[in-house]
């Protein structure tokens, strides 16, 4: 792990593939936010790309993004206060991503799970990640904004937690 890499997130093209049934919720258990998520990830099923180092991992909106999104921010927030995390894709291609800051750095793993096993490991650049994080947190929820699922107000509330770290410079001073 010599050489820093950067992690790249992004939303690519929409995906026609429909492989669960519209988002329902007959109990009335989800509230409208939770809800209009659902239904915007389902609606507007993306194609999102992982780049790390020469790694590309594709999964989709619905369901890889959506299994994972409830504790995205409070995730990014643990990375940025020093504290490791670990990102699972089980659906779409059975890759668990394990970021372990390291001072100024984050030691990234992919490992590959299921038929086949592997590890890689890349070390890149700990502001560089977490920017990459916020910016693909901010631009799906954007998105979710702008396509009228969600209000502008929830958008702000549910991102927040990834960037309310104050630790970001402390953590690299130790």
Not at 84 to 106: D, H, R
Request: hydrophobic content about 40%; glycine content about 6%.
């Amino acid at each position: 792990m010599n050489n820093s890499y950067k992690l790249e997130i992004g939303l690519e093209k929409l995906s026609f593939d429909i492989y669960a049934e519209p988002p329902e919720d007959p109990l009335g258990e989800f509230s409208d936010f939770e809800m209009g998520l659902r239904r915007f990830f389902f609606e507007y099923n993306h194609v999102v790309v992982w780049k790390i180092g020469s790694e590309k991992i594709q999964v989709f909106l619905e369901p890889d993004i959506c299994l994972i999104w409830d504790r995205l921010p409070f995730q990014i927030a643990e990375l940025s206060q020093g504290k490791k995390i670990e990102i699972t894709f089980a659906e779409s291609c059975c890759i668990t991503i394990k970021l372990v800051p390291a001072g100024n750095k984050i030691n990234c793993t992919l490992i590959k799970f299921g038929s086949s096993y592997w590890e890689k490991q890349f070390e890149c650049d700990r502001a560089q990640v977490l920017d990459a994080l916020r910016g693909f947190l901010t631009e799906v929820m954007q998105l979710a904004v702008d396509k009228g699922f969600i209000t502008a107000s929830e958008k702000d509330e549910f991102i927040s937690p990834a960037f309310a770290s104050s630790t970001d410079a402390a953590v690299l001073s130790k």
